[in-house]
């Protein structure tokens, strides 16, 4: 099912003015003292939405959410609801950066996005997260690429084709293309760069898949870079 984006906020949007959205709030509340301070949802998300706020403070709030959504009570739909809004600006970035990739139609993206947002915020581990904004945001952004790049490999495989002989409209053909010309111009260490620049990876995971140490990567990613950037210059 595919949805437009403004569509999926004002949906949210409309489901937090409920009635039952109101008594899961209270129960969210009553469940975590950190959100017990706040009256409704609307104050919740204008201290997350502050520019200028507190980011401790944001990313307290966000814990307890991400705790809340995690459980199985009455507020667990209700504070998932509350961190896709708190996270909505982010999302929307997340989303265009999607598009300009092309990993898919608008609508598509949308309904990607906002999958992919829920099952992170009901999947992440708390233990291992400092910062739930930028976790949930890269998580989302990485593996929504990931999957895109999976389907595009899918389709090079069932049109038995190079990816010269793809028509340019083929799904995922853009990222077989951009694989295939970055290839060309920094040859073996093309696959660290697409993994870091546009998969998501860190440095340190590309080098464990690679079998490299972390500086050696590291050595090969900037070079990488800085051939790409010559190349850049001279087409310019």
Same mark, same amino acid.
């Given at each position: *099912?595919?949805?437009?984006?403004?569509?999926?906020?004002?949906?949210? *949007?409309?489901?937090?003015?409920?009635?039952?959205?109101?008594?899961?709030?209270?129960?969210?509340?009553?469940?975590?003292?950190?959100?017990?301070?706040?009256?409704?949802?609307?104050?919740?998300?204008?201290? !997350?939405?502050?520019?200028?706020?507190?980011?401790?403070?944001?990313?307290?709030?966000?814990?307890?959410?991400?705790?809340?959504?995690?459980?199985?009570?009455?507020?667990?739909?209700?504070?998932?609801? !509350?961190?896709?809004?708190?996270?909505?600006?982010?999302?929307?970035?997340?989303?265009?950066?999607?598009?300009?990739?092309?990993?898919?139609?608008?609508?598509?993206?949308?309904?990607?996005?906002?999958?992919?947002?829920?099952?992170? !915020?009901?999947?992440?581990?708390?233990?291992?997260?400092?910062?739930?904004?930028?976790?949930?945001?890269?998580?989302?952004?990485?593996?929504?690429?990931?999957?895109?790049?999976?389907?595009?490999?899918?389709?090079?495989?069932?049109?038995?084709?190079?990816?010269?002989?793809?028509?340019?409209?083929?799904?995922?053909?853009?990222?077989?293309?951009?694989?295939?010309?970055?290839?060309?111009?920094?040859?073996?260490?093309?696959?660290?760069?697409?993994?870091?620049?546009?998969?998501?990876?860190?440095?340190?995971?590309?080098?464990?898949?690679?079998?490299?140490?972390?500086?050696?990567?590291?050595?090969?990613?900037?070079?990488? *870079?800085?051939?790409?950037?010559?190349?850049?210059?001279?087409?310019?």
């Amino acid at each position: *099912m595919s949805f437009k984006w403004h569509e999926i906020h004002d949906s949210l *949007m409309n489901s937090s003015a409920t009635l039952q959205f109101q008594k899961a709030f209270e129960a969210l509340r009553r469940g975590d003292p950190v959100l017990g301070r706040f009256t409704d949802p609307a104050a919740l998300l204008d201290v !997350l939405h502050e520019p200028t706020g507190c980011a401790e403070r944001k990313n307290r709030i966000l814990i307890a959410l991400v705790a809340t959504a995690q459980s199985d009570g009455l507020a667990s739909d209700c504070a998932v609801t !509350l961190a896709l809004l708190a996270l909505w600006p982010g999302l929307d970035a997340v989303r265009r950066r999607l598009l300009w990739c092309k990993a898919g139609r608008p609508d598509e993206v949308s309904s990607e996005v906002l999958a992919r947002a829920t099952e992170t !915020l009901r999947g992440l581990d708390l233990d291992q997260v400092n910062r739930i904004a930028a976790t949930v945001l890269r998580n989302v952004e990485r593996d929504a690429l990931r999957a895109h790049c999976r389907e595009a490999a899918r389709a090079l495989v069932a049109a038995n084709a190079e990816p010269d002989e793809l028509p340019a409209g083929s799904p995922g053909a853009e990222a077989i293309f951009l694989r295939r010309d970055v290839g060309r111009l920094v040859g073996l260490d093309a696959d660290l760069v697409l993994r870091v620049a546009v998969d998501g990876f860190t440095q340190r995971e590309v080098a464990g898949t690679l079998g490299l140490s972390e500086a050696a990567a590291r050595k090969r990613y900037q070079r990488a *870079m800085g051939r790409l950037r010559e190349a850049f210059h001279e087409f310019v």
